[in-house]
C-alpha cells in the first residue's frame, strides 16, 4: 500500500470512489506474492498491480462491481479457467484476490503507521459472514493488544492469539479459523506483515556511493549518507538523496534508527569510519551489512573486530568483498553489484525461517 498511498490520497482529495484489491494466496508461477495490492477507482484508473498484467483487467471489472454493491469479494484465477489463456496464468499459476471499498478510516491508519520501527501485521477477513469481509485488525508481535481493530471486542480477544501465533515477516498467511459462539461459519483470514521502509545507509561519499545512491533510490530505498568529510559528504556531490549526515559514525547513529529492513554499506577503507559503523550494525537488526575492500584488505578488518568482541557468528554477516561477483570495473558498475547483493539477501532474509 505503501507504493500507491499518494496516488490514492490524491484520488479521495477528487472525490473518487476506490476499490482495493490485495493478493491473498498464491499457487505455481504466480506473477505477484501474496500482500500485493492494486488501487481502482470507479473511472477505471489503476495504481499498483496484483498480476504484473495478467489479471488486472478482470479485477478491474470486479472491482466495479464491488463499488458498485458495497460487498467485497473473493476471486481465483487459474488455469483452470476458461479464461486462463486471455488473463496470462495459462504457464500454471494460480491468485485469489479480494478486492473490497477502499475503507477511509483503515487507510488512514495505514498512513499514520505508514513507518514502523517495527514490523506491524494487519488481518483482515475475506472469507466468511457477509457483515465481517474486510474487517481489519493492525497490531505488533510485541504489543499485548491491537493498535487498531474493526472486530467486536468479545471476537478480537478469542482472536487475537490466533493472529498473532500466524504472524511472521518472512511470510503471509490464510488460514480458517471456527468462531461458532459468535458467527454460525468459519472464518478465512489474511495476515501480513507491513514492514518498516527498506533503507540504504552508506558510510563514505566516495564515487561509487553517488551511482549506489541513485540505483537505491531507483528501488525505491531511504538513502542516507554518513561522512564527516565535508569535501566528500555534501549535498553538491549528493544532491538528491534522502538525509547526509556529517558526522563520524557513533555521532551519526544516535539520529538514526536501524531496522529490519535497513542495509549498510561500508565504502571508505578507513578503519576509523569502517570499523565504527559495522561493529553498530552487527549489533542491530539490519538485514545487510557490506564492505568494500579486497579480500587481503577485508581479512584485516576481520582481525580487527575480533579484536573488539565480534564474535564469529557476527562477522560472517558481513558481504566482503562487497558485491555480487559480476566481474564489475568501474563506479557505477560497482553500485550495481553491491544493489544486486543488497536486494538477493533482502529477498532470501524473507522466505529464510
Known sequence: MR??????????AAGESIAIATVVNTWGSSPRSAGSRMAITATGQLAGSVSGGCVEGAVAQAAAEVLSKRIPKLLHFGVADETAWEIGLACGGEIDVFVEPLDLDKFHFLQSASNPSEPVFE?????????????????????????????DPKLEI???????????????????????????????????????????????????????????????????????????????RF???????????QEAFQQIIITPSTALASLTHDPKLDDPAIVTA?????????????????????TRLAKLGITKDQLDKIK???????????????ALSIMAEIVATQHMSMIKE
Open 158 to 236: 478469542e482472536l487475537f492469539p490466533h493472529l498473532k501465533q500466524h504472524a511472521s515477516i518472512q511470510n503471509t498467511s490464510l488460514f480458517q479459523l471456527e468462531l461458532a459462539q459468535y458467527h454460525p461459519s468459519s472464518l478465512s483470514i489474511f495476515v501480513h506483515p507491513i514492514l518498516p521502509p527498506p533503507s540504504l545507509i552508506i558510510i563514505g561519499g566516495v564515487h561509487i556511493a553517488i551511482a549506489l545512491t541513485k540505483f537505491a533510490q531507483t528501488l525505491n530505498f531511504h538513502t542516507t549518507i554518513i561522512d564527516p568529510r565535508r569535501a566528500f559528504g555534501n549535498r553538491s
Open 239 to 249: 544532491p538528491d538523496v534522502d538525509q547526509l549526515v556529517q558526522a563520524w559514525p
Open 320 to 334: 566482503g568483498p562487497i558485491g555480487l561477483r559480476i566481474g564489475a570495473k568501474s563506479p557505477e558498475e560497482i
Open 123 to 151: 488481518g483482515f477477513v475475506v472469507a466468511g459472514p457477509q457483515a465481517m469481509l474486510g474487517q481489519s485488525i493492525f497490531f505488533a508481535q510485541s504489543s499485548a493488544k491491537p493498535t487498531f481493530s474493526q472486530f
Open 3 to 12: 507504493e500507491i498511498a499518494s496516488t490514492i490520497e490524491s484520488w479521495i
Open 282 to 302: 552487527l549489533n542491530s537488526p539490519a538485514f545487510y551489512i557490506g564492505a568494500l575492500g579486497s579480500k587481503n584488505t577485508h581479512a584485516k578488518r576481520l
